[in-house]
């Protein structure tokens, strides 16, 4: 299984300052993970979780909200909702959403947090028990961050997970359409850097006849935003480190650099 702990220690290392990046204090860097498990508040779903597991936006520096899908056929689906989740751990949250210490489909490594949305079908009822990671959700920061940088866990359906809108500049280390990735295989990681952006609509997972799997391919999210860009001369050194996790330990794929719409 791939690992992600190779980026998130050195955008730590980079970003809070521990010896590589001093004059970067932590405030220019927001992490989208919460360090806890737990049910986001997006602006439209009220937490269906106990009060001391919705993490608010208040929590978070930044609002989701969950926005309806449709499929190859122009199904419509309800808003998901959307969890963090730490690897190898069980939780049954109520309302018929439920995480296995292995789930049906997506499994990301022991002690990492991903975000995870949870797929209900056309009929508004959960999906798989709450182990279809597919929904549609915009992120909005309410000022213009400097790089907003994801990762895509475990894309096996090609040009369906991505960018749908953004502000920003798009790149990416792998191959895309637009803001849609290719597949990354069981278990891979893809990566998306989004320059001078104030908000994105993310697609994750896809659901429908032509996904690879009958009930849909699943995806989790993970990632940081800084707020403005390492000043000189620390400059040199923090995006050296952050060029080093570019392609975030997956072999190198063509670069592709592109507005998507506002």
Request: charged share 20%; net charge negative; proline share 4%.
């Given at each position: 299984m791939q690992k992600r702990n190779f980026l998130q220690a050195t955008v730590i290392s980079a970003v809070l300052g521990l010896g590589f990046v001093?004059?970067?204090?932590?405030?220019?860097?927001t992490n989208?993970?919460?360090?806890?498990?737990?049910?986001?508040?997006?602006?439209?779903?009220?937490?269906?979780?106990?009060?001391?597991?919705?993490i608010r936006s208040s929590e978070l520096g930044f609002t989701v909200t969950s926005l309806e899908y449709q499929d190859i056929d122009g199904n419509t689906y309800a808003p998901s909702r959307l969890f963090v989740d730490k690897g190898a751990t069980e939780n049954n949250w109520g309302g018929g959403i439920r995480?296995?210490?292995?789930?049906?489909?997506?499994?990301?490594s022991k002690d990492e947090y991903w975000l995870r949305p949870v797929a209900y079908g056309t009929n508004d009822r959960v999906s798989e028990g709450g182990q279809l990671?597919?929904?549609?959700?915009?992120?909005?920061?309410?000022?213009?961050?400097?790089?907003?940088?994801?990762?895509?866990?475990?894309?096996?359906?090609?040009?369906k997970t991505g960018i749908i809108k953004t502000d920003g500049i798009f790149k990416t280390n792998a191959v895309a359409q637009g803001g849609l990735l290719d597949q990354n295989g069981n278990n891979g990681i893809s990566s998306i850097t989004l320059k001078n952006a104030?908000?994105?609509?993310?697609?994750?997972?896809?659901r429908g006849r032509d996904s690879v799997f009958r009930s849909g391919d699943g995806v989790r999210l993970s990632?940081?935003?800084?707020?403005?860009?390492?000043?000189?001369?620390?400059?040199?050194?923090?995006?050296?480190l952050l060029a080093t996790a570019g392609t975030f330990g997956l072999k190198k794929r063509k670069k592709v650099s592109e507005e998507i719409g506002n």
């Open positions: 001093s004059a970067m204090p932590a405030a220019n860097a989208l993970i919460p360090q806890r498990e737990g049910e986001i508040e997006t602006t439209n779903l009220s937490c269906i979780v106990s009060a001391a597991n919705c995480f296995g210490f292995t789930d049906l489909g997506t499994n990301t990671e597919v929904g549609r959700f915009r992120f909005d920061f309410g000022k213009k961050m400097a790089e907003i940088m994801l990762e895509l866990f475990d894309i096996e359906d090609a040009f104030s908000y994105f609509i993310l697609q994750l997972g896809n990632g940081f935003a800084l707020s403005r860009s390492v000043p000189e001369p620390s400059a040199a050194i923090g995006f050296g």
